[in-house]
């Protein structure tokens, strides 16, 4: 192709609260003028951020530039709900039991954790940000009960332990009577999504990568033997191109109607104060996924991570256009505060601070789009909602395969189908919107 052309650039509905609860930083580093580099790589979330890591280790005098749209933390990888999970977790499925080979797949998210366990190390980003805490799948019905029941015997089959729950036991940890049981799993790392990422952002400065944010890529194209990346105020002459956008590769004209961009929502509460935590109980830390898919995540977070507060994320739209509409996020606000309120009685109709959108892109056949699209120009996108750890591995193998190196990592990604063709719109999107409607209502107690 050799010209791409960005149509559409970010589009965020909300704060990045992650972010905004850390405080203020520096002002942002914008490219204005020309550089080159022997690798560019576009977009600085989990997978770009990544990248670049794994290309200061394969090639160290290398010079590598991150070009960002936005502010580092801001975009999806501040939206996110800081899971990063090693088991199953299709978000496809009833009870997130995956459809391909769990063992390979457990596997790489667990190369994934210990990558991100070991830029934590390296650069000294304050561990409150990584807790290798586990999570719990919260089940309020007797259907999300099976939904577990089911789960954990799929999990015994893979030789993986988990641990059922009662409901005094969910009591105790969440200070909620909502939940009937739970599945505890260990090897869930609890993010601090955005203290994460601007710590390994920090940490790659100070190796050398170049990282320029506000400076959103409006396109690039191939000019004798390099790549010209050209942003709004500047440009880089690059010899290769490292797309880790993930829905927003569709923007550049790559795996057009093959991707279903999809928006989850999120609430977050204003800093408990000392009568308010008596009143909720439970424990300070801790994350509850939905043992139905289409249920809603629940998760406490204390002084360490960002102060006490709990966050509440539901509902979902798909929207083609790449940005969620102001009207999606006042319903999906109005549905977290009743979520929230039939969950912590004690609490009800406390305030939100913050209520945000975040982008997920997914594809028909769950996989990912992480290869070379032609010579000198390399994806690590598609995460299917599994952006932390998915979004690791993707910048991992993209990274390498610019490279010309292989791994466990390449040859899972190299061995995935193309993305199945998405049904024309408009049906695609009324369709797609009615059925998430329609699941919700189903995994409303969830």
């Not at 933390?73 to 299709?90: V, Y």
């Not at 010309?404 to 190299?414: A, H, L, N, P, R």
Request: proline share 5%; with cysteine; hydrophobic share 40%.
């Amino acid at each position: 192709m050799s010209a791409y052309t960005a149509r559409t650039l970010p589009v965020h509905r909300g704060p990045a609260a992650w972010s905004a609860i850390l405080g203020a930083r520096p002002p942002a580093q914008v490219l204005d003028g020309d550089l080159t580099a022997d690798f560019t790589i576009v977009g600085a979330g989990f997978a770009g951020l990544s990248a670049a890591r794994r290309l200061t280790q394969l090639q160290p005098d290398a010079r590598i530039v991150v070009l960002e749209a936005g502010r580092v933390a801001e975009g999806a990888a501040g939206r996110n709900s800081g899971f990063m999970i090693d088991l199953p977790h299709d978000l496809a499925s009833d009870d997130y039991a995956g459809a391909g080979d769990d063992k390979v797949m457990i596997a790489l998210n667990r190369q994934a954790i210990a990558f991100a366990r070991a830029a934590v190390e390296q650069y000294g980003i304050d561990p409150n940000f990584f807790d290798p805490a586990g999570k719990v799948n919260g089940a309020a019905s007797a259907a999300g009960h099976a939904h577990n029941v089911s789960y954990a015997q799929h999990l015994e089959t893979l030789g993986e332990t988990s641990n059922m729950l009662d409901p005094q036991q969910m009591l105790d940890l969440t200070g909620s009577h909502h939940y009937r049981s739970g599945l505890y799993t260990p090897g869930t790392v609890m993010l601090q999504p955005a203290g994460y990422i601007r710590g390994l952002a920090a940490g790659l400065v100070g190796d050398g990568v170049g990282l320029y944010e506000n400076s959103a890529v409006t396109g690039f194209e191939k000019q004798g033997g390099t790549w010209q990346v050209q942003t709004q105020r500047g440009s880089v002459s690059t010899g290769a191109v490292i797309l880790t956008v993930n829905g927003h590769l569709e923007s550049f004209g790559i795996e057009r109607d093959r991707l279903m961009q999809l928006f989850l929502f999120a609430a977050m509460t204003p800093e408990l104060d000392a009568d308010a935590l008596t009143l909720l109980g439970g424990q300070p830390r801790w994350g509850v996924t939905p043992s139905d898919p289409m249920g809603t995540t629940m998760r406490r977070i204390d002084s360490g991570q960002g102060g006490n507060r709990v966050i509440t994320r539901t509902c979902a739209a798909l929207r083609p256009g790449m940005a969620a509409t102001t009207r999606d996020l006042a319903r999906a606000s109005k549905v977290m505060q009743r979520k929230f309120d039939q969950r912590f009685p004690q609490l009800a109709g406390i305030e939100m601070e913050y209520h945000w959108a975040g982008h997920l892109c997914l594809s028909l056949n769950s996989v990912s789009v992480t290869r070379e699209i032609e010579p000198g120009v390399y994806s690590g996108c598609v995460q299917n909602g599994l952006g932390t750890a998915r979004g690791t591995l993707t910048g991992i193998a993209a990274a390498e395969r610019a490279c010309t190196q292989s791994s466990d990592i390449t040859g899972y990604f190299e061995a995935e189908d193309q993305p199945k063709r998405l049904p024309p719109q408009p049906f695609r999107e009324i369709g797609a919107n009615a059925v998430l409607r329609w699941k919700e209502w189903k995994a409303r107690d969830e």
